[in-house]
């Protein structure tokens, strides 16, 4: 069972930049089939992929409406997640989840990643 944090939300202004992080908890390592990844949701609106890292080969997935300015990466050995966001815009303002998938195929479906954080609140400001 993984227990996932997320850390790094905030208050930024229109340009801006954070990097948040994910913590998975938790016995064991992350298995290299595995995978986390980021969503987000927005007030009134449905949760929907930002971005993932498969967990072994490092391979990275991108939202269409971030590429280019966010950036994913992943530390094994501390078993943290980062998403460095750069260029923010007003509509990037949600809360954002930390996720993990089993087995991951590569899906953006929130319905394929199994173990969720809180969530931690972006605000872009104009």
């Known amino acids: 069972q993984a227990h996932l944090v997320e850390s790094g939300g905030g208050l930024v202004q229109a340009g801006g930049s954070l990097r948040l992080s994910c913590v998975s908890s938790?016995?064991?390592?992350?298995?290299?089939?595995?995978?986390m990844g980021w969503f987000r949701q927005a007030s009134g609106k449905e949760r929907e992929f930002v971005a993932s890292?498969?967990?072994?080969?490092?391979?990275?997935y991108y939202a269409d409406s971030v590429k280019g300015r966010f950036t994913i990466s992943r530390d094994s050995g501390t078993k943290t997640m980062h998403l460095q966001m750069d260029s923010l815009k007003l509509e990037d303002t949600a809360v954002y989840y930390c996720?993990?998938?089993?087995?991951?195929?590569?899906?953006?479906?929130?319905?394929?990643?199994?173990?969720w954080g809180q969530g931690t609140q972006v605000t872009v400001s104009s």
């Open positions: 996720a993990e998938a089993r087995g991951y195929s590569g899906s953006y479906s929130a319905s394929d990643f199994h173990y």
């Open positions: 938790g016995p064991g390592r992350i298995l290299s089939s595995s995978a």
């Open positions: 890292i498969r967990w072994g080969a490092g391979t990275r």
